[in-house]
């Protein structure tokens, strides 16, 4: 259960059906938190956040006690001031308007408030305790970009083979592997930070090591819904798709439905259409989906609103230090709440 | 709370929480059923099901009473013979494999048990329900195809101005406007049938009437989550998107951004990119999600497997009576999956 | 999740998370319903139920398949028309007020609807099949009628060593070893039948089998709050109490704190006045609670009321077949309930 | 949610679904949590504790945003050397052993740790947030010492006309009207303290102004089985009964089922024995209930228990400073518990 506003005394979250005795690798969290920290280079927002999470709760000579656990993250460096002048002019394609709706006016606006991405923090964190958990049980998440601007990424959906903690390590450092592409998102990112303007991109997830047999084809246990709900808890998320995505809706039966092979005495497929699921049940392979994400909503250019005050039609520009895109930072979020998906769909079913 | 096996006694569906006194159409909750149901033209299975559904409880001089209201269809006319030989081949792309890990071997194979298509049927019939208490509320849900095959049909992101109730009455008649489109999807699942495959496509969802303000950013009530929770629940769906979909990925955000403005004293917003949801929340447009479903997995053509009790990798060929497309029958079963995730989002906001 | 109504066409129940392939003993389970049937010797009411539960789902092979199980039992021998005449009458001590603010007047009167008593029936199913579920992890629920009118039974908590799975199974037939105790307790029920009047009583249950270290300090996850959360379902049920029960209020730290002992190598206590839970948590001994049930509201004697059509104070007289206590058919209704709450207390932490 | 150990970084509690723009009585929260608060008088313990709640979260302005709502409260004033030479020496009636069962061995042993007394504090500021939300709602709680040792009061089912808001605040100063009793009651505290030993008490507890029609007598939303879920959350506390309580078990059916009468237009019941509760829905009347809570567990005696090291039995002196008596300081976290229970009932019901 995540907590906070971005320009509130602190954000954090609680942790709740641990394990006991799990010794937390501080370091490593701390790691998966600077992979989210913006302000390491031109392309993310000037903002700088210490982002040091300090645990409140549930942890006893550095290991879990199995009680919540809780950790709360101060907040610094907040500029209110960048905001104030946008109380009753609604950005396009930001939460300022649904959510005066949904809380009547009463939320934070102060840095997006409850909706900030600064939100993501804490979800990191959660992650980074689920990873551990995880690591325990030879299951682990990794993420890269798919696809952003004129560049992409080899799928995971065909790269069955080469799926290995290792490799989500190499790419903890490096979301894309190839130079040559990452040149090309890069660029992307920089042209449309020249315009003023912002873009999205694809982030592709997979997880290795959940057994055959989890989840269930009912509302409310089956892997893809498990992990979608999660997934859409990240801002700027608004598509998921399992396996082959949305190609899948143009291939045939025959190319799509995954032959059964025996590998090494194990059954396996041979190829990963599916994504790993089949009927809301993992089959042994990777589970691997890919997450939209839509371009961030802050950019300089001006943009039409309307005065909730005045009811007139108006124009605003934004002024602020905001990314021209999210999408490299997102990976880790990605992979913090696969972490807590997997952690979901394994309560009940092995003893974590 | 579905329960049933495609080959058992009875397959069925327990309601929970409904409000009292709502009068059931129970014609219209059997026009629904009928929108689902095989068996109506050469490209659909030759399974006849009467699906007439049996109510138990909750409902008391034709008006629902408030307690639980359970609905049960009774099974007729299983040929189960059709499945026997393939108890240790599983079939690539069913979940016979996946299910047999997680069920221990234990699970109604017949027909595909509890993982069949059948299932939609107590689904369907809970939609119907809940379409009927949203409609009190002037809440309207509506779907079409919007790509199959060759066909395809415009997307309701574009036609905000169009969407009605009666737009999707006329939808639930034919699913596909254009009578070209049809002839396109219907010409390419019958070149699929012909070859002993199958095809998959995407239907595309509306929501019409939801206020501004339902929903919320965090884990487990924010509105595309819920939605897509919901829609995996539906047999061979692989994907959500919500508004623009995956192309909002390559859309830059002045152009993504969805500009507010004023219409008849309302703020609107002059696109719906978003698919009426900012942060989770809904801002009063039409909410409009797609969903990508797989191609059938039961295809005539022969195919690889392994068999599980000699661990020796052979082929198999699925007899018995299958869809090559189930994309037009799935189109009632996304609209009903809709209709209880509004249900959802609105507990606890209004009294239903 | 239990359904139905008195007078409607079934009552039922379905089960979900069921564990894969338990050969369920449907003989054991008529046993149990046969225990709350009513109609078996002039204390009972004279309706006689067959109370026959069809299993719909979730069987194959007389094994459990782990996917929801739905049984339906038909209500027969219903004579609706004992209740017309007090549609606007409600009677002092029942659900007929509440209930029709409740339902806004929509529920189904004959017979209780809802809240009929009949409602046990599926939750005895419900219970006997948990029953043979926790049986595999030598986990048993026995239970008797502690005090009843004149009528009392040695208590639990003072008779640890005595209790077995044997001595439930004699309890299952005999509620009240004692044939003196039995004999006041029936003098008592016949004399308030004399009467026209009821009476309640205590049933005292034991949990043996638990581990220690089940449940939490926490809200929602602490043994006795489950276990109350499920008592308080059973129609009549006012009070629970663990251990010692409302003594423990007058009893000194010094007698009430249970000493520890290694017994045979493990630790056990000497007392048992926690009733087997310390912080919430199990402490190894046998869980043991009682439930206090108020006497059964439908009396012959007349009431005082009022008119809910006129708005004018009246008196009514029930007719119709009533039991002047139901405490001795409530013993294996407790058992079930105490059944199922083990089972969500062990969801989670052993796979059953 | 609530979090935290006795001797950890702080304790406090997460609050989700608060309603927005609630304006929050600061003062009023600190009276209850001074209510609850040890260290005032000569019975308590001389552990002082300023408990003084830092706001992190859902508050901007003065008012409730509606997000979620995190209070945290620092640890002071913590002597955890008194605690340590206990490690393998489980004292009688605390958690110690069943709670390294439950979390092997891994929780925070110093001060109790997360089982600690002390976390009754955030709930008390839950319940205190709880109680201003209600307000608004013309629903109000309250609670009294009913018996503890010698001394007694008189019980609120048979005081319905005195139950006012005016009476619950006269209580919150003093909880129990009686000075006699009230002196009787100390004499029994400092009696026990005198041996060195504790005792209990019961609780009572009404609830004002909740609307007839609120509950279900399904399982998990019935009124007697939510307060009691909550209720079993206090620690020490073993029962709780409603209305008459256990006394029922006695009383024939026509003395206790409560007449319906009209009074000033409205209905109501002439007594009050059902404890506002009929068939686990409110009939309109007082919600009252009373809770056992049992001898606090640390007695300065010498107590049996075994050494979990070497497996022998030992006898073991509990030092530190402790209560001969919690039942004084718990009749505010009674109140917040039943407050917390009023909110999750009506959530769903009226939009708070």
Chains 1, 2, 3, 4 share one sequence.
Not at 6 to 27: C, K, T, Y
Not at 83 to 100: I, M, N, T
Not at 103 to 110: I, K, M, V
Request: charged share 15%; with cysteine; aromatic share 6%.
């Amino acid at each position: 259960m995540i907590f906070g506003e971005s320009h509130g005394p602190a954000i954090g979250v609680v942790l709740e059906g641990l394990p006991s005795g799990v010794a937390l690798d501080l370091e490593q969290i701390a790691f998966e938190m600077n992979r989210r920290a913006p302000g390491k280079n031109a392309m993310s927002t000037a903002r700088r956040e210490s982002d040091c999470p300090q645990i409140l709760s549930g942890l006893y000579k550095g290991k879990t006690t199995g009680t919540p656990l809780c950790a709360v993250i101060a907040n610094e460096n907040a500029h209110s001031g960048d905001y104030k002048a946008l109380k009753d002019l609604p950005r396009p394609g930001h939460a300022d308007y649904s959510g005066r709706m949904r809380y009547q006016g009463c939320n934070d606006p102060r840095g997006g408030g409850h909706f900030s991405g600064r939100l993501t923090a804490p979800l990191v964190f959660a992650g980074a305790v689920a990873k551990q958990i995880l690591a325990r049980h030879q299951i682990s998440v990794g993420a890269h970009i798919l696809r952003l601007g004129e560049g992409q990424d080899v799928s995971f959906v065909t790269r069955t083979e080469e799926l290995t903690p290792a490799l989500f390590a190499a790419l903890a450092s490096m979301p894309v592997p190839s130079t040559q592409e990452t040149e090309l998102m890069e660029q992307s990112i920089l042209a449309a930070k020249a315009q003023g303007d912002s873009i999205g991109g694809v982030i592709e997830c997979a997880v290795l090591g959940l057994p055959a047999g989890i989840g269930s084809p009912d509302f409310g246990q089956n892997v893809e819904g498990v992990f979608a709900s999660h997934m859409f808890a990240i801002p700027a998320v608004k598509g998921i798709s399992f396996g082959a995505g949305e190609v899948c809706a143009n291939m045939m039966g025959s190319a799509y439905n995954d032959p059964f092979v025996f590998e090494h005495g194990t059954i396996k497929t041979k190829t990963n259409w599916n994504g790993g699921v089949n009927g809301g049940i993992t089959n042994g392979m990777p589970v691997v989906f890919s997450v939209t994400m839509r371009p961030t909503p802050s950019i300089a250019k001006t943009q039409q609103t309307v005065d909730l005050q005045t009811g007139l039609e108006t124009s605003l520009e934004i002024r602020g230090r905001h990314d021209p895109c999210v999408v490299q930072r997102a990976v880790p979020v990605v992979e913090a709440a696969a972490a807590l998906a997997v952690c979901q769909l394994l309560e009940g079913v092995i003893r974590l």
